[in-house]
């Protein structure tokens, strides 16, 4: 069964350094999203990707935060100068389409960050 | 601003009986309702979803209601097993015009299945 995969499982950095979170969205689905859960708080959403621009963002996107498709798999996350307070786990998510059918958004295993 | 919630933070339940997770939002513009399984350290995993013009959803063991009037959702699970035991998401989508549709999640529900 095709899944979303997110490299890497777990990362650790220093504050003000900058991180890249890479997901391998499923091969035919065209919508891309990036989530996160800070420790005992709800998942949230961050961002949505189509046709290779940004759809939607929240507030949590800030200037920090960007998305790239470098190729016609990978879909990646990258913060430019971590804080503390992005610590969380990152859920990269995709789905086929936003029809009016609604598609089903199917998430990635997740990737670990914590900043020192 | 919580427009998805999920009031109970934990259920228990005996095995192969029902379990029932409740979930209630308050934007009216929501259209679209699903429910993720998540285990930890891993992703939610897609359940079973409703659209806002159906009042029940079953696939197999799982069935979503869904009430408009009152807001509300439920998950039904049944009979229950132990490999249910998880967090439980509700998540909540409204259409967007022309653009891609961020879910909004409840805060889950633990749900513990005792053998």
């Not at chain 1, 890249?20 to 999203?33: A, D, E, G």
């Not at chain 1, 998305?67 to 786990?89: C, Q, Y």
Request: net charge negative; aromatic share 12%; proline share 5%.
């Amino acid at each position: 069964e095709p899944e979303v995969t997110q490299t890497p499982s777990h990362q650790v950095t220093q504050m003000g350094q900058e991180v890249i979170l890479r997901c391998v969205p499923i091969s035919n689905h065209l919508y891309f999203y990036w989530y996160r859960q800070i420790l005992g708080q709800k998942v949230e959403f961050l961002v949505s990707f189509y046709n290779n621009e940004i759809s939607e963002k929240s507030e949590i996107f800030d200037d920090q935060f960007s998305v790239e498709r470098p190729d016609g798999s990978n879909f990646t996350l990258k913060i430019r100068s971590t804080k503390l307070e992005d610590s969380a786990m990152y859920f990269c998510a995709s789905s086929e389409s936003d029809r009016v059918g609604k598609e089903t958004q199917y998430f990635g295993p997740g990737t670990r960050l914590l900043v020192l | 601003d919580q427009q998805v919630k999920q009031n109970s933070p934990s259920l228990s339940v005996q095995e192969g009986r029902i379990s029932i997770l409740n979930c209630d939002y308050t934007n009216s513009m929501f259209d679209y309702f699903l429910w993720y399984k998540k285990y930890p350290a891993e992703g939610p995993t897609f359940l079973i979803s409703i659209s806002s013009i159906k009042d029940k959803n079953e696939d197999g063991r799982f069935t979503v209601f869904l009430n408009k009037s009152a807001k509300h959702l439920s998950l039904h699970i049944v009979p229950s097993q132990p490999g249910d035991s998880a967090v439980y998401f509700c998540a909540a989508s409204a259409t967007a015009q022309g653009g891609s549709e961020k879910l909004v999640f409840g805060k889950g529900t633990k749900l513990t299945v005792n053998p």
